[in-house]
Structures are given as C-alpha cells and as structure tokens.
C-alpha cells in the first residue's frame, strides 16, 4: 500500500459534481507501480465514474487481498472506508461488512491469482450469496508481485517473459461468474476507458453481485509477443459484444437514442444503461446465450468486452436473509443484545 499522499494543489477551473466536489476529492496516494500499469488506468476510471455518480467518498467501502491489483486501493478514494485482508480472503471481508452496514457502496479489488487461484472458493460464494457490490478482477494473466509466474487466467499456448509455454487451460471470470450466480457480468480492457467508465458507473447502481473482469496488462512480465494479455494482443483482438453507455435518470434516452438502435435496461434505483448493439442477436438478459456466446468468442481467439449479463430480479443478500435495514452500528444496543433469559430459551432449543 501506498502511504505518499499526492500534493494538494487547487485547480479552481476543475468541474464540480452535484456535492460540490472535483475529481481531486476521488483521489488517493501516489502510485508506487510500474510506469505503464494498466491497474493505474483502472484506478483513474474508478475516481471519474465515482465523480460523475456524485456519490461522497466516505460513502465507499474497498476491500482488496494480495497482490499488484490489491495495492491500488490506495490510490483512490482516499477519504473512504477500506480493509487490505489476507490473499484471496477479500471477499468473506466485503460480506461480513455489507452485513454489517449495506449503505455502503462496496468495491472489492482484486487480480487473477488472488480470485481464481487460492481464493477461488470465497469467490464463488460471494457471487452465490449476490453480495451487493462491484467486484473487479484486474487481470493480467501473471503473478507480477512474484516476478511473472502464469496465473489461473493464462491462456494455452501464451508465453511467459522467459520463453515457457502454457499448457494448463485458463479459467474464465466472465463464465465462471455467470455459472456461480452473480447478477451482473462484465469485461473491458484497462485501455479502453470510453467502454470501462460506464461499465463502473452501471456496476456501482446495480443491486446484487456485480463483477467486472478488467484485462489489465502488465508492462514488466507479460507485455511482449506471445502473451495474449499485452497491450497489442488485447487491441488487435478486442471485440464488443455491446457498446455501454450510462444514462443518468434524470435524462430522458428517447430523445437521445432512436428506436431500434439501443436497448435500455433499467436498474434498481430508477437510472439506466444503455446498450448500442454491436451484435443485433445479443441478449444481456440472456444468461444460457450468453454463456454459448462467450465460448464461441473464446475458441475464436476475441476477447468478449461490454456489458455480458444482467439480472434485475435475482434477490441480494439482504433480501434474503431478512436483515435490518439499518446498519448494525446504528441499532442500539439494547436492541442487540437479547439478554441472559432470551439467550437461555435459545439455548434449551439446542439441547
């Protein structure tokens, strides 16, 4: 983590948003990563969707685990709530605290090796739970913190910095998310922050598991010929399923886009995406469609992008566990506590 706090400069010419802040408010510590990163492209996305929705940075929560990925934390949302738990712990930590208080908004950080290698399984049942919040997968392909490694996400046949082939097939976030349960399933490319920007703001509104596998190339160990996680292979084989855009609710999507042309989905607080339809038969609702959809991408050697699938009416954790609207640390404790009589009838049920 990063502890250089960027120097406060005034830029009075900066946009405001609607609490009155800039983008300057969004920000965090000074990066300490490679010159080139595509994390640092992610965290710039991060603080412009999170200007832009307006919402106050002590009204976040991020969490992240081990590794280049979970660093960046540090580098936005300085004045917000965060935990840096142990490597592929991060998510039992984001639904303990969701738990905990669901008014905040939560973004879990996370890599390749830190979601699909050892916390795989805590991966899975936060999107099974539809824990509410945005998760993202910063993906590389690689272990940059133990110097360029494969990780679970390397593709067969792409070659590491030292010339070694990989032969052990990659696991998935996008169809491994769409088998789990999430309710909301994107990818984008750290490059491309017209695609990724949106994406985040839709993330954030939505209600339920959102996750977001973001590939991210790492320029020191996996940014050469033969990685297909580099900044060229990912541009040269870049295919959009749909083009994102977010539609704020107070503007009015049939006077900007035509009929036929775009596919509003409204989300569970009233705002809405907007989806221009590169591929006229895709279907984001569509979760058995979208699953054949990204295979076929995948044998045919693209790298899917835009929004993948949504789900509106699966019920997150709070529904279905019947919890208190109001944050545990708000509920008084009298209210907390049954008492030593309570505590007695509750026991004599389990003897």
């Known amino acids: 983590m990063s502890f250089m706090k960027k120097p406060k400069v005034r830029h009075p010419g900066l946009p405001r948003n609607d609490l009155g802040l800039t983008v300057r408010d969004y920000e965090g510590g000074m990066s300490t990563l490679c010159a080139g990163c595509g994390h640092d492209a992610i965290t710039g996305a991060i603080i412009q969707a999170a200007h832009e929705l307006s919402i106050p940075p002590h009204g976040f929560a991020k969490l992240s685990g081990i590794g280049c990925s979970s660093k960046t934390p540090a580098y936005f949302l300085g004045a917000s709530h965060g935990f840096n738990s142990c490597h592929g712990r991060m998510p039992s930590v984001a639904t303990g605290a969701n738990a905990a208080n669901r008014d905040l908004h939560y973004i879990g950080v996370s890599g390749d090796g830190d979601s699909l290698s050892i916390g795989f399984g805590q991966f899975a049942h936060a999107m099974r739970r539809n824990v509410n919040m945005l998760y993202l997968v910063e993906n590389n392909g690689v272990y940059g913190l133990t110097k360029g490694q494969f990780s679970a996400s390397a593709d067969i046949g792409s070659t590491a910095k030292k010339g070694e082939e990989n032969l052990q097939p990659p696991i998935d976030p996008c169809q491994a998310a769409l088998t789990l349960g999430a309710s909301f399933v994107a990818r984008s490319f750290s490059g491309d922050k017209e695609q ?33 996680k580099s900044y060229a292979y990912s541009r ?86 019947g919890s208190s609207d109001i944050p545990l640390n708000q509920i008084p404790y009298e209210r907390l506590n049954p008492g030593s009589d309570m505590l007695k009838k509750i026991q004599s049920r389990m003897r």
């Open 196 to 228: 990724l920007v949106p994406l985040l703001k839709a993330g954030f509104q939505h209600n339920g598991f959102g996750m977001i596998d973001i590939i991210s190339p790492c320029v020191t160990f996996n940014d050469h010929e033969g990685s297909t």
């Open 236 to 321: 040269q084989h870049f295919h959009k399923a749909i083009s994102a855009d977010f539609v704020p609710p107070s503007e009015n999507i049939k006077a900007q886009y035509s009929e036929g042309e775009s596919m509003p989905i409204e989300l569970h607080d009233g705002s809405k995406i907007v989806l221009r339809k590169v591929d006229g038969a895709y279907d984001p609702t569509d979760k058995a469609a979208a699953a054949i959809y990204l295979r076929e991408r995948q044998s045919a050697g693209e790298i899917t992008t835009g929004l993948l699938y949504i789900n509106e009416a699966q019920r997150e954790m709070h529904d279905l566990a």
